[in-house]
């Protein structure tokens, strides 16, 4: 493990990671101002929780150390070990939000217990201790995991969500100062033990790598929050999870780590945002240890080659705890860093606040198709098995797209399931599709993504513990054509409600107006016209983006630095001999935002124009601040430099290219003769909801393998045609 807090003998300062810092810059008092504007923006949202709630999760942490207290010594006198039976012991240690201190209001509380060698994971824990529980009145909603890759033991105890791990040390008797950091603990434990104890090591060993652990917790619980409200919070869907984000600001407090929270949330993104993926992130140097158990090795694991985000775990064994990353997610991802960047530039120079910055993302309105994934089971149990192995396998789906289109199609999915609450015993998941600017387009080019459905649906119906009315169903839906009960109290909104980002982007408030004029004369969003009925249906409300706010809120606001996604110029989906078209906004330009001073936005009467009674310290100030982002840059340059030639070895760096060539599926689109194809097909029209499997599949939802696809059913083909772009960049 790294050794926190190490001093540079040259400077005199502590350098905390593997490098020295980008900047040792201490606040400023308008740093302070905004920290606390910060800070008390995150209270009005409900982040943090009330005294009351925090001593009644103290209670249940301790009700449950005195359980599992009980429930060792009465495994211990059950297997006859009398003489250990007054010094038998099992501890509850907490890891995850809890442990980080960033968790809120109706969080769980990730929770291990550590027991003794003879007490067994399979009989003791999921046997006995679940009977002990299942009889308590403050325990409901129990629901052991044992199958899973971290075998769980899921509750509410007196209404507080708890996630019950195991650990099965090698130890006849667990003491009380039992330290979890040490390496010796994972001596002769089994695989499920080892992962067990990953999440409070990896917890533990972030907070001794940071230099300030307040500030770190605010820009954390801060940075949790916007990726909730940007849809981009979930590991399971190929986003980031708890542990992702809390490692990327870490890594943040590292690089600067006399900065206030407000500056921290500045550099996260620009940071992220010049990051060259797959660079790992690393809080300390990796090490091989002496038990000599996997960790994360591009020189000797191939797989760990294709990790297309790797953010590093600092506890032996260090994993990679972002490999659920697709080359769609990190698509998406790459754009919000890119948005966030832009908005805190804004922030700088009083064009932008905290309200833009969690602008909630409108995942309904973004994209013009879907894919719909149903599910359903006979009961409640039988749901919540369902549910959680389908949401674990959709990032296969989205895998299987990108390969079989040859990276013309990325899937967005919709973090977490949706409920319909007039249909109780059923789910359904959302994926936008979109077309992949990184790659070459090709005129008329189709794609049939049936196979691709029916292979992802086989795989899933391949459950070990699959039931009768475990059923799934795939289809495509036109934005239209979203159920109503995917919207807040099930209300499609109309129109924008109000100006977003977006809006302000493409009106020109973030760039130069020559700029936006310039674009315009280039033709951006003209639209190509598709047989004789595509005139009438592209002027059509919903479908023309010049007369539709929702199209342009769309391309504009819903994801605003959309390059590689939102904008499909024109997409056809066939129905019959007619074609509906969508089309996206036209192409937004990188705004030229340039900082001018650390002023702030509220205090009006104290600072007054600044351009016209401070001109001079005006310039100065910005000049500063632009000398100060070129030094940031070329540090954050060198840093990104160095991972492959000091923390990971070089054999890592002559991977790069091929990873560059996996994320942007090279090769020739023509190629694909299986999935692609430029024939006419005639398809039954069906007001908007299109299946992607046999006809006969359809009807009420059928388990087990899926039937054969016919050869003469239509199919279901994708059409991208290429628009003008503007070329015109910020200077």
């Given amino acids: 493990m790294g050794n926190p807090g190490l001093r540079n003998f040259d400077t005199g300062h502590r350098i905390f990671g593997l490098f020295e810092p980008i900047s040792l810059a201490g606040p400023t008092k308008n740093d302070a101002i905004k920290t606390r504007e910060l800070e008390k923006y995150l209270q009005d949202a409900g982040l943090y929780e009330s005294k009351q709630d925090a001593a009644c999760r103290e209670e249940v942490l301790g009700r449950l150390d005195q359980i599992v207290k009980m429930w060792v010594k009465s495994v211990t006198r059950a297997k006859g070990y009398e003489q250990l039976v007054e010094s038998a012991n099992a501890m509850i240690f907490t890891s ?6 960033v968790h809120g209001p109706g969080s769980d509380i990730d929770t291990l217990c550590v027991g003794p060698r003879y007490a067994s994971r399979d009989e003791d824990f999921f046997g006995e201790l679940h009977k002990i529980l299942a009889e308590m009145p403050e325990v409901t909603e129990l629901h052991p995991v044992p199958d899973a890759y971290v075998p769980v033991m899921k509750f509410k105890f007196n209404g507080i969500p708890v996630d019950l791990l195991y650990a099965r040390l090698f130890l006849w008797v667990i003491p009380e100062d039992l330290d979890l950091s040490k390496e010796s603990i994972l001596q002769n434990v089994d695989e499920q033990t080892v992962r067990s104890l990953n999440g409070c090591r990896v917890t533990d060993q972030v907070l001794h790598l940071v230099p300030n652990i307040q500030n770190f917790r605010t820009t954390l619980r801060c940075m949790r929050f916007w990726a909730k409200r940007r849809g981009v919070y979930s590991n399971v869907a190929g986003f980031l999870g708890g542990i992702n984000l809390a490692l990327l600001v870490a890594r943040i407090c590292q690089l600067f780590p006399n900065a206030l929270p407000n500056i921290l949330v500045s550099r996260f993104f620009r940071v992220y945002t010049q990051w060259k993926w797959p660079n790992p992130i690393m809080l300390c140097a990796i090490e091989e240890g002496s038990l000599r158990l996997p960790f994360w090795d591009p020189r000797r694991n191939p797989k760990d080659r294709c990790h297309l985000m790797p953010i590093i775990t600092p506890a032996y064994p260090c994993m990679n705890s972002s490999y659920n990353v697709t080359s769609s997610t990190l698509h998406i991802m790459s754009d919000e860093f890119q948005r966030g960047n832009e908005i805190c530039m804004a922030m700088e120079v009083c064009k932008a606040d905290w309200d833009t910055l969690f602008e909630p993302y409108p995942f309904f309105e973004a994209y013009n198709n879907y894919l719909q ?10 749901l919540r098995q369902w549910k959680g192995w389908v949401g674990s396998r959709l990032r296969h789906l989205i895998l299987r797209v990108e390969k079989h289109t040859k990276g013309l199609l990325l899937c967005h999915p919709h973090p977490g399931e949706i409920s319909d609450k007039s ?3 059923y789910h359904c998941y959302f994926m936008g599709l979109h077309r992949n600017q990184g790659v070459p387009v090709i005129e008329g080019e189709q794609f049939d993504i049936r196979r691709t459905v029916e292979e992802f649906k086989h795989y899933v119906n391949t459950y070990n513990v699959l039931k009768p009315g475990m059923d799934i169903r795939v289809t495509h839906v036109k934005r239209r054509n979203v159920p109503g009960f995917v919207f807040p109290g099930g209300v499609r909104p109309s129109r924008p409600s109000k100006v977003t980002w977006g809006s302000k982007r493409s009106s020109g408030l973030r760039g130069s107006a020559s700029d936006h004029d310039q674009a315009e004369k280039s033709g951006v969003g003209e639209a190509i016209v598709f047989g004789a009925d595509s005139r009438r249906k592209r002027k059509q409300p919903e479908d023309s983006v010049d007369n539709n706010p929702r199209n342009s809120k769309s391309s504009h606001s819903s994801r605003e630095v959309h390059k590689d996604r939102n904008h499909i110029s024109a997409s056809s989906m066939k129905s019959d001999d007619s074609e509906v078209n969508c089309m996206d906004g036209r192409k937004s330009k990188k705004p030229c935002l340039e900082s001018s001073g650390n002023i702030p936005c509220g205090d009006k009467k104290t600072y007054g124009s600044v351009k016209s009674n401070q001109e001079a310290n005006h310039i100065s100030v910005a000049a500063d601040i632009s000398i100060s982002k070129t030094a940031e840059s070329l540090a954050a340059r060198k840093i990104m430099s160095c991972p492959n030639d000091v923390q990971v070895p070089g054999e890592f760096q002559d991977n790069i290219e091929y990873i560059k060539q996996v994320k ?44 054969p696809v016919p050869k003469r059913k239509p199919i279901i083909r994708m059409n991208f045609t290429t628009l003008g772009k503007a070329t015109e960049k910020c200077s």
């Fill in 664 to 707: 942007d599926y090279g090769g020739d689109m023509k190629s694909s003769s299986l999935y692609s194809s430029n024939s006419k097909s005639a398809v039954a029209e069906d007001a908007g909801l299109e299946e992607l499997e046999p006809a006969e599949l359809t009807a009420p939802f059928l388990s087990g393998t899926p039937a």
């Fill in 373 to 382: 994934i149903d599910i359903k089971a006979k009961n409640v149990e039988d």
């Fill in 423 to 425: 249909r109780p015993l």
């Fill in 96 to 101: 995850g939000s809890y442990r980080l201190g």
